[in-house]
């Protein structure tokens, strides 16, 4: 994002809370000069390089892309904090600090794994094709620590829902085995919007890892060749994330083809699971910290009027990144750029705060890539009652 643009969104966010019916204001005490301006005039003193410093702050080694619960996660919500208590926004969490603490266990990735086809190459040979990190798969961000060789079966969906009547485990044994299987559902939101309703329990990726390892799977190859902590942690379970090459090379020799297939299951709604034949090596070496606890950091900017006050404003932006993946993850757009516009604004309405009759309660929420956990929390435990806050941006 350009500097002007973060700075044209800080000034609209600012602009939509002070401006809006919803959010009198007083009128400025300096008679010469209007609210709009006053507010303007402190929108502009937000320098779009201080909002590039804090996206790269964020983004640099030291925070090792803020994973929630992680030691650099922690770092950058002490950042945060210090930024508050500059601009003398008050501490809203636990025990009168910015935290508000909820259990948040994580995993650490601290190699980059392996993922290897073995070819058969005569009666008695085999051939091992080695596949490449971040190019072709990356190691599971919630994956047990571990290495399994087993033969692969695909799953399509790795569905079980017996009211649905629709089974891709039946008549398939994956004990001891590694199955490749799809993200979602074969059902589209948007097509059959209420036939997806009763689908969607099955489309996360937790029931999916979950009824897995249920089925006996000590593997999983998931075709979702990105980066993701959202997912439950198994003991047992070793993942990986895979492209287009792994799977590709898999299906290849089967007589089956992966797009027929899927086409097959959308339209029929049968599963078509099968024995790929291909035995494959997959290797994970993680740290799971079943103990972690995330934070969200909440401050409070008070409005001026004695009743109004009571009244609140949430702005928010989720703080963490992914972590390390073996190499690290920054994070700068998603999200260090949506909480350096949460900073500006702040420090921003910090300047005008006499104008405010409602008061604003700035909310950095962690947890966001390991399933919204913190605000999930933050809900369940609001700071105030969830009927005073009027609007959230």
């Known amino acids: 994002m350009r500097a002007t643009g973060i700075r044209h969104i800080a000034i609209l966010i600012c602009v939509a809370i002070l401006h809006a019916q919803a959010f009198p204001l007083q009128q400025p005490r300096d008679t010469t000069a209007t609210w709009e301006e006053v507010l303007l005039s402190a929108m502009h003193s937000i320098s779009s390089h201080t909002l590039y410093d804090y996206i790269r702050e964020l983004s640099s080694e030291k925070y090792q892309g803020r994973l929630t619960g992680t030691p650099g996660y922690n770092d950058a919500a002490r950042w945060a904090t210090g930024l508050f208590e500059r601009w003398k926004i008050k501490p809203a969490g636990d025990a009168g600090s910015y935290f508000q603490e909820f259990p948040n266990p994580y995993t650490l990735v601290l190699e980059s794994g392996e993922v290897i086809l073995h070819i058969p190459a005569g009666k008695k040979d085999t051939l091992k094709k080695s596949y490449r990190f971040e190019e072709d798969f990356f190691p599971g961000s919630t994956s047990d620590a571990g290495s399994v060789t087993s033969e692969v079966v695909y799953v399509g969906y790795g569905i079980t829902a017996p009211e649905l009547n629709y089974d891709e485990y039946k008549g398939i044994n994956v004990k001891g085995k590694i199955v490749m299987m799809e993200p979602e559902v074969p059902i589209s939101p948007n097509r059959e919007p209420d036939v997806f309703m009763g689908w969607r329990p099955y489309s996360f990726h937790d029931y999916k890892m979950k009824n897995a390892f249920a089925h006996g799977a000590a593997g999983v190859v998931y075709n979702y060749h990105i ?167």
């Open 227 to 393: 980066v993701n902590p959202n997912c439950v942690f198994i003991k047992g379970l070793v993942l990986t994330y895979v492209g287009r090459n792994v799977i590709s090379d898999i299906f290849s020799g089967t007589g089956k083809n992966r797009d027929t297939l899927l086409q097959k299951i959308q339209r029929d709604r049968r599963p078509v699971s099968f024995n790929t034949g291909k035995i494959v090596t997959i290797t994970c070496t993680t740290e799971h910290h079943p103990e972690g606890m995330g934070k969200n950091v909440v401050g409070l900017l008070e409005g001026s009027d004695p009743a109004l006050k009571n009244e609140v404003i949430i702005l928010g932006a989720h703080l963490d990144h992914v972590g390390r993946n073996h190499l690290l993850m920054p994070g700068a757009n998603d999200n260090a750029s949506g909480v350096a516009v949460l900073m500006g604004a702040a420090e921003a309405m910090a300047k005008t705060s006499r104008y405010l009759k409602r008061s604003v309660l700035f909310i950095l929420f962690g947890a966001e890539e390991q399933g919204v956990k913190g605000s999930e929390f933050y809900l369940a435990h609001p700071v105030v009652p969830n009927a005073r806050v009027k609007a959230f941006i």
